[in-house]
């Protein structure tokens, strides 16, 4: 089972990305997905979610109404649009499964079982 970010880079004050989440060896409909990220001398935090049955989507107050969370289970893939980005967006971002049909995805980290290697985002001019 193995979860690849990709997508991160090097984008200016106000620019925009997006992160790809790519699932290999497990199908991610099944499974709640996060978006965590984590910069130089700071716990891990959770930024979005998506819920595997009802699509249901939650987000750090932080990056409400500029971040957005997707799936493409076609392409067994997530998605985290990155708009109006800040300097303080600065970070490693990874994502994180959970199998779970039932409950609602949180953007805690310890339900989370399996972890991609990360991308690094820097927000720079």
């Known amino acids: 089972l193995q979860l690849v970010e990709s997508g991160g880079g090097l984008v200016q004050p106000g620019g925009s990305l997006r992160l790809s989440c790519a699932a290999s060896?497990?199908?991610?409909?099944?499974?709640?997905i996060g978006w965590f990220r984590q910069a130089p001398g700071k716990e891990r935090e959770g930024v979005s979610c998506i819920s595997s049955s009802s699509g249901s989507t939650n987000y750090a107050d932080s990056v409400k109404g500029r971040f957005t969370i997707s799936r493409d289970n076609a392409k067994n893939t997530v998605y985290l649009q990155m708009d109006s980005l800040k300097p303080e967006d600065t970070a490693v971002y990874y994502c994180a499964a959970k199998l779970d049909l039932f409950r609602r995805c949180v953007l805690s980290i310890g339900p989370y079982d399996y972890w991609g290697q990360g991308t690094q985002v820097t927000v720079s001019s």
């Open positions: 060896g497990f199908t991610l409909n099944a499974y709640n």
